[in-house]
């Protein structure tokens, strides 16, 4: 039986502020969650990462979300998003050392997570109107905290595959504010 697929991803880059928890806290949900696993164990995890990062939105400087209803899209953007796990993309070369806040000196980590979805059921459709946006809205952060939360109506049963990942996985590799100037971050949108 074949069906069609909708794609819903979402990329959050957020400043790592020294003593915060968040991106050895977000590690340890992705390291610890079991590669096969129950649509309730992948809902679970992904709200549980969906209210962290929403208890942190004030750290993120920009982001980016797509939802597509169309199949060639999905399949092809799903493609992409996972690509950024094992490729070398984002990643550095070279430690950037520990960030020094005090002299405007920060570092930062990208959060992505993308969900290949059986299109036309109902967790699906009702996501896609959750994602229904206006134009002036889709670079808030408080569309980020719309769209992070209705995660939760999401029914992992209807979820064909998913990925998620975040750079880096040291704080001393941390992204510069020059690393996010090279092209390769330019799909990220600064949020207001």
């Keep these: 039986m074949s069906f069609t697929h909708s794609i819903f991803a979402l990329e959050l880059c957020l400043q790592l502020v020294p003593g915060d928890p968040l991106r050895p806290t977000l590690q340890r949900l992705i390291e610890q969650h079991p590669a096969w696993s129950t649509p309730k164990d992948k809902w679970r995890l992904y709200r549980e990462v969906s209210q962290l990062l929403t208890s942190r939105l004030g750290y993120a400087i920009s982001g980016c979300w797509d939802f597509f209803d169309d199949d060639q899209r999905a399949l092809s953007d799903f493609n992409m998003w996972s690509g950024g796990m ?5 990643a550095r070369r070279t430690a ?16 992505t997570m993308s969900l290949l979805l059986q299109h036309g059921t109902p967790s699906e459709r009702a996501f896609a109107h959750a994602c229904n946006i206006a134009e002036v809205d889709l670079w ?8 992070l939360n209705c995660i939760g109506m999401i029914s992992f049963a209807s979820v064909k595959s998913d990925v998620i990942y ?4 040291d ?13 390769k971050f330019e799909y990220l949108r600064p949020l207001g």
Excluded: V
Excluded at 86 to 90: A, D, M, R, V
Excluded at 101 to 108: A, C, K, L, N, Q
Excluded at 166 to 169: A, Q, S, T, V
Excluded at 171 to 183: H, K, M, N, S, V
């Design 86 to 90: 094992t490729t070398l993309e984002g």
């Design 171 to 183: 704080d001393t590799f941390g992204l510069t504010a020059e690393d996010l100037r090279a092209p």
């Design 166 to 169: 975040l750079i880096p996985r």
């Design 140 to 147: 808030k952060r408080a569309t980020f905290a719309h769209l």
């Design 96 to 111: 950037s050392g520990i960030a020094d806040p005090y002299r405007g000196d920060h570092r930062y980590m990208t959060f």
